[in-house]
């Protein structure tokens, strides 16, 4: 998702004679002619794509909500709440001082420039001063400069969001707060810079369309660092060795914010093709969209069948989750051409993640929404099905894979140990009894209802 236009693509079509079906597949780059429109033209639909499918992205960010506020029981819906417009807030402000020259300005093997802030180029202000002159240099760049920051912030916000549903209900507001601070301004852009900005990973040819590993992996990789800190919820894992179940609060909830995210996946997954200028990018972008939902449903249905053999019930939960992993596990190669390979992907997406929350219990890490198995989890699949389906080398995406894990997690670890050790990453056993919304905030999400203790033996 390099802020270019991807406009060399070549599409062949392969026809296989097994009754009269033909499947398509996406080959080689190499430049094709095609009819654009006039320079101005291209920019306002550039850019227009880019503040569209930016606001579908942000969108998501309630569907995180949604999701977070109604898998947690209600004495903790409220911080979750604040949480989440928090680490938006966050993010877009950590983006914009470091992050983004981090991530794109000056980029070397390995991270960018350490200036602060970012802004409209001179050419864009001066034209907004009056200055015709300076509309040429503009249009010359593609798009507006401060929409492309946009779409590329809203990414920054999604991997903030998966470590904020697997620490639900026991982290500690302004210790989260301050690691969503790191993550956003130096973590995630260092892993931007080695692939969308050109670093070490893209001279090697590291695929990563829109982000299976380089935002939801990388969530997913701070998130499990921050589970194994901060620890499991009380009582989850009894003395014997079972699970405790925690049914979410609120069902209905937890499903809108599915809903929510599937459709602000076709902004992160379509806008990813970062141009709407040519017939050429609306096609391609028209592929994406298909993909991405074809994925989806996949990932559903794979892991409804899977439940119960795996779980021992057919768990609504997991099929949830099935959407996202096969959302996730697409977004590495959308543009595939093959739809039949999109099925494939996201159905494997659904059942790495559900074979993938049996794993954490087993190890006892404690994931109150299964963000590790549905973003962490599916996204290394769908990092490595690019090879299978777009052409990507093993080898360099197992070297990306490895290289961007051990980065995250390594790093995020000793994060969360500092804070831990002088801001405390847990709130307090009386806290967590109580619940966050009553003892941090003070406010209730569901006030009509009593707070009932647990008594549910160890």
Not at 133 to 138: E, F, I, Q, R, S
Not at 261 to 271: I, Q, Y
């Amino acid at each position: 998702m390099a802020p270019i236009a991807r406009n060399a693509i070549l599409i062949r079509i392969l026809k296989i004679g097994l009754k009269g079906i033909t499947a398509i597949a996406l080959t080689a780059v190499a430049p094709i002619a095609v009819a654009s429109p006039d320079g101005e033209t291209g920019f306002v639909l550039n850019s227009f794509s880019f503040i569209l499918w930016g606001a579908l992205v942000m969108w998501m960010c309630a569907g995180f909500t949604m999701l977070e506020s109604g898998s947690v029981r209600t004495k903790n819906a409220s911080v979750i709440c604040l949480k989440n417009i928090g680490l938006y807030a966050i993010a877009g402000l950590a983006y914009y001082t470091l992050g983004y020259n981090l991530m794109y300005i000056d980029v070397g093997s390995f991270f960018g420039t350490f200036t602060l802030f970012y802004s409209s180029t001179p050419e864009e202000i001066a034209l907004l001063g009056g200055d015709s002159a300076a509309l040429g240099p503009v249009i010359e760049s593609g798009y507006s400069t401060m929409s492309d920051w946009f779409f590329q912030m809203v990414f920054v916000a999604t991997t903030a969001s998966i470590v904020s549903g697997t620490l639900a209900e026991r982290v500690k507001l302004w210790t989260f707060f301050a690691f969503t601070l790191i993550l956003t301004a130096i973590i995630y852009p260092i892993i931007g810079s080695w692939t969308w900005g050109g670093g070490w990973l893209s001279e090697m040819g590291f695929q990563d369309f829109a982000g299976s590993t380089i935002v939801h992996s990388t969530g997913g990789w701070a998130a499990l660092a921050g589970a194994i800190i901060v620890g499991a919820r009380a009582r989850k894992f009894r003395k014997d060795g079972t699970v405790k179940n925690t049914p979410p609060s609120n069902i209905p909830v937890v499903t809108l914010g599915v809903f929510i995210l599937w459709l602000g996946w076709f902004g992160f997954n379509g806008g990813s093709q970062l141009a709407m200028d040519s017939a050429l990018n609306v096609v391609a972008m028209s592929i994406i969209l298909a993909n991405t939902n074809l994925a989806a449903a996949a990932g559903v249905m794979v892991a409804m069948m899977v439940s119960r053999p795996i779980l021992g019930r057919v768990d609504l939960l997991a099929c949830l989750n099935g959407a996202i992993a096969g959302l996730v596990a697409i977004t590495a190669g959308p543009d595939i051409v093959s739809h039949q390979w999109a099925i494939v992907i996201g159905g494997i997406g659904g059942l790495v993640s559900t074979a993938g929350v049996k794993l954490l219990e087993n190890l006892k890490i404690d994931d109150v929404v299964g963000a590790v198995p549905a973003h962490l989890f599916a996204g290394i699949w769908g990092t490595l099905a690019v090879c299978i389906a777009g052409g990507a080398k093993f080898s360099v995406q197992l070297i990306g894979i490895l290289a961007i894990g051990a980065f995250v997690f390594i790093t995020s670890l000793i994060v969360w140990k500092i804070l831990d050790m002088t801001m405390k990453a847990r709130v307090t056993p009386n806290v967590e009894e109580l619940g966050q919304d009553v003892a941090e905030l003070g406010i209730e999400a569901y006030p009509e209802f009593m707070i009932m203790p647990d008594n549910d033996p160890d």
